[in-house]
């Protein structure tokens, strides 16, 4: 709990220090409140630290701190409403052009009086748990010099690939005889991998599926990850999802059977359940009649991981192979890979006696060795080393999983800053084997005020949260599932052992629960995610925690209108429900709300009140068929995200530049209306990774191009340019103009031009030193109908693809002539 409550002061140190040197706070008369406030925060904060030795022993330091986290959270309620004041102000301001009198109709005195004795009343809260800390025996600790909220280096090492495997070619080799062997006769016969928790089962089918030899047996494969959600409907359905990459919008089961049986008619299959934790026999049978009805070739099998002996005997497995630890060879090889790559550790003597006698505490569990193996990575002195082989953790658990789970604390424990460790924890509000993208979780750990916007540094809060993410994954905390040469990892995951940790260390701040079953009306859960199972329906969450900070709701069923209603201190909404089609009007009134995704909804218009939502930082949509009108009041807003293929060519954002902070903006369509020329993008300076723009042929000149100012937009990665190709008399001199007029910054590592009418590239795609597009490693050139000559680009260093499609008129690849048109 000191480290929950601890996260809470630092989120409101961040937002009193602002806010007390604004204009407002001195207009107001609360400049001297707020500064007292924050005064009496960072007593708290010195305070908190003593508690955390104590807590375990006394039951009042317990009470104490559960106490202090409630007046936290209504400091950070009591700020985020000054601020949303302030950021109304702002708006106001914009839309007379002048500067706004604070004490005109629409900032009535009562306002400022209500705000005043709030600041005052959360300033006596804080006063009595002074008092109350004296009582109890606590006293201010010395707050170390740096900050907690910051780490010394930045971890932005070459992540080590999960996929590398050490020691297992021999059990691969077995399990894939298992796999191909036609003796079993049963049909369709269970072949299971066994282990523990962090032993590599997962990793081994996976590598086992890539087999040569498995790829040219079957005709299929199928991937379920089961965990401890066992119902026959979901498991059909996800067989679905994995064949077609699209779940059925149906629950009866036969109908499911029936649309396998038409999908695996004829072919032989492999089906991987992986994770399962089902000891019901007859809930088996259930599921293994299903899957003999859906039939397949002969030679169909299915491949099953889990950690119990009792599952394999429950599906009545007929071939077993249990997974075993590495040897001492193999766990020193996987270790030292990590512990001493690029970067880390100097490979000395000392630390190579110290690492082989700490990798003995790790019992050859590939996760644990992983883990201490990344954690080591970064401590460069024996000392150090020597440190956490004496540490405590180790003697808390002498079986192998609970020594993994030591190691796991070890590692969350050695993160670099308390920061890190609650983004780590808010990790959690996602349900396990859940793939998360990167960039949803950096913008989240945002809205929860995990990461300082720290005013006047040279980075952005994304920056800092991207170090933040690659710190876990280095910890092997996080585990990468998706990357590419543009733009990195893109996706990650976390181990079940992980998962429960993070829990763990969220201190019951966060809360994974079914069917919206929230038993207790208990103030320390913030964060909540809620399960729906097919064929409930969600109106209210009964004990909804009264200042929630987040809530992820995932299934079908889920009326929001009652539940929006209770839930108006949210900062972060994820609605991941197919069948809701509506945004409640109430959505205006959440004005904490920092991140809103709705983009697995079939919502497709917004209602006009969430341009009430000023601090709002993202919102995710799947498709919008029109955008309030006064969408520009958004002012906080940094990423916009919706679907690339419904995507109308038409102008869906005039005014869009007065939305200064935008960095994430994935299509722009330039036309003549107001508003929705190209020099919108002017001062939408912080664009950032992927931008296409289309309706270039409404651009007429190199000025009107120019004013995009795309070559200094240095993070854009990915650039799109298209024009329409239904309008063919463009002037060839204008068209070229405006083409050199669109000369991105030298960062770009991907660029694609659809549809260019004019007769010649600019010269910043053509020039032999390529200073533009030394970093270029995707091009694709399509529909160029006018152009005689593609540019050289042998000489472009970092180039890995080159697409070329529809150069009908192309007589000549830089110097090489007489080349055929491509097509």
Known sequence: MPEAVLSFVIVILNKILPLAAHEVSRVWAVKKDLEKLAEEVQMMEALILDAEGKQSTSKAVQLWLKRLQSIARDAEIVLDDFGYEVLRQKVENRKRDKVRNFFSSSNPISFRLEMANKIKNVSASLEEAYRRANQIGLHPVQLPMT??????????????????????????SQVVSMLISSDYKKDLPVISIVGMGGQGKTTLAQLVLKNDSVVKHFD??????????????????????????????TTNRETLVKELQDNLKGKRYLLVLDDIWNENRQKWNGMRRRLLAIGGAPGSKILVTTRSDEVASAMQTSGLHHLDILSDDHSWMLFEKLAFADGGARKTQDLVDIGRRILKKCGGVPLAIKVIGGLLYSKKDASEWLKLEK???????????????????????????????QCFASCSIFPKDTDMEKQSLIQIWMAQGLINDAKGGHLQMEDVGSDYFNILLRSSLLQATSENSINGIKRCR?????????????????????????????????????????????????????????????????????????????????????????????????????????????IITLPDSITKLYNLMTLKVVYLKEIPKKFSNLINLRHFEYSEFLLEIRCLFP??????????????????????????????????????????????????????????????????????DRKEDCDDNNINSVMEGLQPHPNLKSLAINGFKGSRFPSWMVAKDHLILRNLVRLRLEKLGKCEQVPPLGNLPCLESLVMFSLHNVKRIGAVTGVEPVQ
């Open 494 to 602: 976390m181990h079940d052992l992980v998962h429960d940790l993070s829990l763990q260390v969220s201190n019951n701040c966060f809360l994974n629960t079914e069917d919206g079953m929230v038993v207790s009306h208990d103030d320390e859960v913030m964060h909540l995610t809620i399960i729906l199972s097919r064929g409930m329906v969600l109106k209210k969450i009964e004990g909804i925690p009264p200042n929630l900070q987040t809530l992820h709701l995932v299934g079908r069923g889920i009326v929001l209108e009652d539940i929006l209603e209770t839930s108006r201190y949210l900062c972060v909404l994820i609605v991941n429900c197919r069948d809701v089609a509506h945004l409640p009007n109430a959505v205006g009134n959440m004005k904490h709300l920092r991140y809103l995704d709705i983009c697995k909804t079939r």
């Open 391 to 421: 540490s405590e953790i180790w003697n808390e658990s002498a079986n192998n999983e609970g020594g993994v789970i030591s190691v796991l604390m070890l590692s969350c424990e050695n993160l670099p800053s308390l920061s890190v460790e």
């Open 147 to 172: 900050s907690a909220d910051h780490k010394e280096d930045r971890w932005t090492d070459p992540f080590v690939e999960e996929s590398e495997m050490v020691g297992r070619e021999v059990e691969i």
């Open 655 to 724: 005014g869009i530049g007065q939305l200064a902070n935008l960095q994430t903006l994935p299509h722009f369509v330039v036309s003549q209306d107001k508003g929705c020329q190209l020099e919108e993008l002017e001062h939408l300076r912080n664009l950032r990774d992927k931008l296409e723009i289309f309706g270039l042929e409404n651009v007429s000149s190199f000025e009107s191009a120019a004013k995009a100012k795309l070559s200094e937009k240095s993070s854009i990665q990915d650039l799109r340019l298209s024009w329409n």
């Open 220 to 249: 299929e494969t199928i991937w379920v990850c089961v965990s401890d959600d066992f119902k026959v409907e979901r498991l059909l359905n996800e067989m679905l999802q994995s064949l077609k990459g699209k779940s059925a919008d």
